[in-house]
């Protein structure tokens, strides 16, 4: 696990846990526009939620998109200070995986993008997501397989 940010001594922590998409089209990341910026699809665990859960139910949510093939890639946990939390340890756990069907509208109000990837360190909001899409975009070259299988079912949501 890569740790951003370091632990106050004096500070008591609110940890969240929470998982996030990794998706390439191409040389393209799949990120979802907030009011805060872009981020990578996902979000906090509910209850007794998988990991893999929760990401299909916050893609659902964020996106409308099923996700398919997920494959954890990486960890990472954050110490900083949230306006409404105070001192906040976000645990966040990374999956590659490939966006399948639109099957509903988005409930929350995100918008799917795709941001290039050599864009990602200027634009997206969190350095650790940051982080994780270049570690696995970095492992997916390295490995000489496409980003997106051919016939999936992906299109291009900035369209």
């Known amino acids: 696990m890569k740790t951003f940010g ?5 500070e008591v922590y609110t940890d969240r846990e929470g998982v996030y998409l990794v ?3 191409q040389d393209k990341l799949a990120v979802v526009r907030t009011k805060r910026g872009l981020f990578l699809p996902g979000g906090g ?26 494959s954890y890639a990486c960890s990472a946990d954050i110490y900083t200070r949230h ?11 990374y999956y590659t995986g490939v966006l399948g069907e639109q099957i509903c509208k988005p409930i929350e109000q995100h918008k799917l993008e795709w941001l290039p990837v050599s864009h990602a360190p200027e634009r997206m909001y969190v350095p650790a997501q940051v982080w994780a899409a270049q570690t696995c975009y970095r ?11 051919a016939g999936s079912a992906i299109k291009d949501a900035n369209d």
Do not use: M, W
Request: proline letters at 4%; glycine letters at 8%; a negative charge.
């Open 83 to 93: 306006e409404r939390i105070g001192a906040f340890h976000p645990i966040q756990h």
């Open 139 to 149: 492992a997916l070259l390295k490995s000489g397989t496409q980003a997106v299988p």
């Open 23 to 25: 998706c390439f089209q």
């Open 6 to 10: 370091q632990k106050a001594a004096d």
């Open 45 to 70: 665990i509910e209850g007794n939620e998988s990991r893999e859960e929760c990401l299909c139910r916050e893609l659902l949510e964020e996106t409308g998109y099923a996700v398919l093939q997920l």
